[in-house]
């Protein structure tokens, strides 16, 4: 019953000459666009309504049951409104500056993994590519590539619109993201010392194992394998706070703080400007909250391996943790109140980024350590391979695109056992396409 | 045509014209915009030659930081376009284009073009040398020449931050 059921989420490698996996990435880039897009009323809603229970009143209930068409009623009426700009703009900055906003939010998107996708070979060897618009090598690097241009969307809306308090928004909005990157890209690097990668899909499947020698197999990629306590807790925390700073949300939202600075770097848009600034930033709270359900609470891996919760898709588990995220960001900004200034600069430069730091040394250490307990000589630990999920145990898998690092599983026990070889298990992976690729 | 090249068209003439516009334009925001625009492209180039991790370090470090600072502090001393930046009646102009007509002239003369390399059979650099695991072995590989340089750089840069500390800090 059960394996006819995971059964029918295997397709064939060829599907009317189509070569199916190929087709993957469109399906990744469509499915996560349209999603992020779809939801982002709904998200709206969720905030409101989320806001109102904490502060014990109604919220959105006149548009739709319980205000649920509220958020797009909105939608429509900055569809509608006058597109007012002000006199003394730099009128092309202040044009592009929204557009910039939107489209490196949501570009940065296309590295999350949403889920392995199993395709049979005609020959019946079975392996999974990952749904994703971009398996690329450098994932998380692209993604902190997106998050640093971000700044530009605000910068130059704050610039352009000839407006000190847009000015002093923008300028807060720099000094915050660069402030805050830091601690950001240090919490990221703990866990990418301990899973030997920055593909984005990797990461999760080196989050699916078992988590000590031993254990049942329902534990195996469970909550206690993600990596917010394999990294010993402290890196999530740093990321959390990281990508509250970095979206500009509550209580670190100091570039649009509405008591001193009016709206920030949006004081001088209307109607769809301000729409696409506001799509941007829900757009990035998405994002880093993705980044935050791959890279510490097992993206698309369900909290524990038994059956009603592996029935459920990868995806729908990583939205569900991307919600949480969500509702993490909202349960923030209804209880604490906005920073001070400095008192921000301080929590990103004396504390956050020294922790971050330290962090990352006891963590390599840690590698090390078991890497030199455990397997005899560093860097082992890299090219232990992964198992991909819904897959038969003793079935071979791959990923599809450049997995530089990862080994035949053949002849990883003889990588391991001749510590005497020079590089030692390194050097034979640089000549080239590893054995088990099956594209 | 092959997309690589269209693609590599496209940013050769936006690199061009963003380079040209950073140093005609006025406005000292609008130069250092433009010279993220460069820098994106030139991130462009270094994936069409299959070097993904140089182009996220070129995004990250260039784009996203280094320019970020220069906005900052030419918004901080909001110069806008003074006139004073604007010189006028001064011999630079005309020496300048001058002396680049010159330059196309003696690069065309010398047949610099003509005998510049031709590419041969299929490009050495394979899609795996760029990736971040081949960058770093090749880096931290203590048999290649790159490791020493490497850490002599790190410790250049930690004494440079720690300069810039002692610079800045208030006397006790």
Same mark, same amino acid.
């Given at each position: 019953?059960?394996?006819?059921?995971?059964?029918?989420?295997?397709?064939?490698?060829?599907?009317?000459?189509?070569?199916?996996?190929?087709?993957?990435?469109?399906? &990744?880039?469509?499915?996560?666009?349209?999603?992020?897009?779809?939801?982002?009323?709904?998200?709206?809603?969720? !905030?409101?309504?989320?806001?109102?229970?904490?502060?014990?009143?109604?919220? @959105?209930?006149?548009?739709?049951?319980?205000?649920?068409?509220?958020?797009?009623?909105?939608?429509?009426?900055?569809?509608?409104?006058?597109?007012?700009? @002000?006199?003394?703009?730099?009128?092309?900055?202040?044009?592009?500056?929204?557009?910039?906003?939107?489209?490196?939010?949501?570009?940065?998107?296309?590295?999350?993994?949403?889920?392995?996708?199993?395709?049979?070979?005609?020959?019946?060897?079975?392996?999974?590519?990952?749904?994703?618009?971009?398996?690329?090598?450098?994932?998380?690097?692209?993604?902190?590539?997106?998050?640093?241009?971000?700044?530009?969307?605000?910068?130059?809306?704050?610039?352009?619109?000839?407006?000190?308090?847009?000015?002093?928004?923008?300028?807060?909005?720099?000094?915050?993201?660069?402030?805050? !990157?830091?601690?950001?890209?240090?919490?990221?690097?703990?866990?990418?010392?301990?899973?030997?990668?920055?593909?984005?899909?990797?990461?999760?499947?080196?989050?699916?194992?078992?988590?000590?020698?031993?254990?049942?197999?329902?534990?195996?990629?469970?909550?206690?394998?993600?990596?917010?306590?394999?990294?010993?807790?402290?890196?999530?925390?740093?990321?959390?706070?990281?990508?509250?700073?970095?979206?500009?949300?509550?209580?670190?939202?100091?570039?649009?703080?509405?008591?001193?600075?009016?709206?920030?770097?949006?004081?001088?848009?209307?109607?769809?400007?301000?729409?696409?600034?506001?799509? &941007?930033?829900?757009?990035?709270?998405?994002?880093?909250?993705?980044?935050? &359900?791959?890279?510490?609470?097992?993206?698309?891996?369900?909290?524990?391996?038994?059956?009603?919760?592996?029935?459920?898709?990868?995806?729908?588990?990583?939205?569900?943790?991307?919600?949480?995220?969500?509702?993490?960001?909202?349960?923030?900004?209804?209880?604490?109140?906005?920073?001070?200034?400095?008192?921000?600069?301080?929590?990103?430069?004396?504390?956050?980024? @020294?922790?971050?730091?330290?962090?990352?040394?006891?963590?390599?250490?840690?590698?090390?350590?078991?890497?030199?307990?455990?397997?005899?000589?560093?860097?082992?630990?890299?090219?232990?391979?992964?198992?991909?999920?819904?897959?038969?145990?003793?079935?071979?898998?791959?990923?599809?695109?450049?997995?530089?690092?990862?080994?035949?599983?053949?002849?990883? @026990?003889?990588?391991?056992?001749?510590?005497?070889?020079?590089?030692?298990?390194? &050097?034979?992976?640089?000549?080239?396409?590893?054995?088990?690729?099956?594209? | 045509?092959?997309?690589?090249?269209?693609?590599?068209?496209?940013?050769?003439?936006?690199?061009?014209?963003?380079?040209?516009?950073?140093?005609?334009?006025?406005?000292?925001?609008?130069?250092?915009?433009?010279?993220?625009?460069?820098?994106?492209?030139?991130?462009?180039?270094?994936?069409?030659?299959?070097?993904?991790?140089?182009?996220?370090?070129?995004?990250?470090?260039?784009?996203?930081?280094?320019?970020?600072?220069?906005?900052?502090?030419?918004?901080?001393?909001?110069?806008?376009?003074?006139?004073?930046?604007?010189?006028?009646?001064?011999?630079?102009?005309?020496?300048?284009?001058?002396?680049?007509?010159?330059?196309?002239?003696?690069?065309?003369?010398?047949?610099?073009?003509?005998?510049?390399?031709?590419?041969?059979?299929?490009?050495?650099?394979?899609?795996?040398?760029?990736?971040?695991?081949?960058?770093?072995?090749?880096?931290?590989?203590?048999?290649?020449?790159?490791?020493?340089?490497?850490?002599?750089?790190?410790?250049?840069?930690?004494?440079?931050?720690?300069?810039?500390?002692?610079?800045?800090?208030?006397?006790?």
């Amino acid at each position: 019953m059960l394996e006819k059921f995971n059964h029918l989420f295997i397709f064939p490698e060829y599907f009317h000459g189509i070569r199916l996996p190929g087709v993957v990435p469109y399906i &990744a880039v469509l499915g996560s666009v349209g999603f992020i897009l779809t939801i982002l009323p709904m998200l709206i809603w969720i !905030e409101r309504v989320v806001l109102a229970l904490m502060q014990d009143r109604s919220g @959105p209930n006149r548009v739709g049951p319980r205000g649920l068409l509220q958020s797009s009623a909105d939608a429509l009426k900055l569809f509608m409104k006058e597109d007012a700009r @002000p006199k003394n703009v730099d009128v092309s900055l202040y044009h592009i500056a929204p557009a910039i906003a939107v489209v490196t939010s949501i570009s940065a998107a296309a590295v999350l993994p949403l889920q392995n996708i199993t395709f049979e070979h005609a020959n019946g060897v079975q392996f999974s590519v990952p749904l994703m618009a971009g398996d690329v090598n450098i994932g998380i690097l692209y993604i902190l590539a997106m998050s640093s241009l971000q700044v530009y969307g605000v910068v130059m809306a704050g610039w352009s619109s000839n407006n000190k308090y847009s000015l002093l928004g923008g300028l807060r909005a720099s000094a915050q993201l660069i402030s805050y !990157e830091l601690s950001m890209g240090l919490s990221l690097l703990c866990v990418i010392v301990m899973a030997g990668s920055l593909q984005l899909n990797k990461i999760v499947d080196s989050q699916n194992i078992l988590p000590f020698a031993g254990a049942p197999e329902a534990l195996r990629g469970s909550v206690m394998c993600w990596y917010w306590i394999r990294s010993l807790i402290v890196p999530v925390v740093i990321y959390t706070i990281a990508m509250i700073a970095e979206t500009n949300r509550s209580p670190f939202d100091l570039p649009e703080a509405e008591s001193e600075l009016v709206a920030g770097f949006h004081t001088e848009y209307t109607s769809m400007k301000f729409a696409m600034f506001f799509t &941007a930033e829900y757009v990035a709270m998405l994002v880093v909250s993705g980044l935050n &359900a791959a890279m510490f609470w097992g993206g698309p891996l369900p909290p524990l391996n038994v059956v009603p919760f592996t029935l459920i898709p990868g995806f729908v588990w990583l939205i569900l943790k991307i919600m949480g995220g969500i509702f993490f960001y909202t349960w923030l900004r209804g209880t604490l109140p906005r920073l001070r200034y400095d008192a921000l600069m301080n929590l990103g430069w004396k504390k956050l980024l @020294p922790l971050g730091l330290v962090w990352l040394f006891i963590i390599a250490g840690m590698n090390l350590g078991t890497d030199l307990l455990i397997h005899q000589y560093p860097g082992a630990k890299q090219f232990v391979p992964q198992e991909a999920r819904f897959l038969e145990p003793e079935v071979k898998s791959t990923t599809s695109s450049d997995d530089f690092g990862s080994v035949d599983d053949n002849q990883e @026990p003889v990588q391991y056992n001749t510590p005497s070889s020079g590089r030692r298990g390194s &050097a034979p992976h640089i000549k080239g396409i590893p054995v088990s690729r099956v594209r | 045509m092959s997309g690589e090249s269209v693609s590599f068209w496209i940013l050769a003439l936006v690199s061009v014209f963003a380079s040209i516009m950073m140093i005609v334009s006025k406005n000292p925001v609008r130069s250092a915009l433009n010279l993220v625009i460069t820098f994106l492209c030139v991130a462009g180039f270094y994936i069409l030659l299959s070097a993904q991790f140089l182009a996220a370090v070129q995004i990250i470090v260039y784009a996203g930081a280094i320019m970020v600072l220069f906005l900052f502090v030419i918004m901080l001393l909001n110069l806008g376009a003074p006139e004073a930046l604007i010189e006028k009646g001064s011999l630079q102009k005309p020496v300048a284009v001058g002396l680049g007509i010159f330059f196309v002239v003696l690069i065309i003369s010398s047949q610099a073009i003509l005998s510049l390399p031709q590419a041969v059979g299929r490009p050495s650099v394979t899609q795996y040398q760029g990736t971040v695991e081949a960058i770093g072995l090749s880096l931290f590989d203590p048999r290649q020449p790159w490791l020493f340089p490497f850490e002599i750089t790190s410790i250049l840069l930690l004494v440079a931050v720690i300069g810039a500390i002692v610079m800045a800090k208030r006397k006790v």
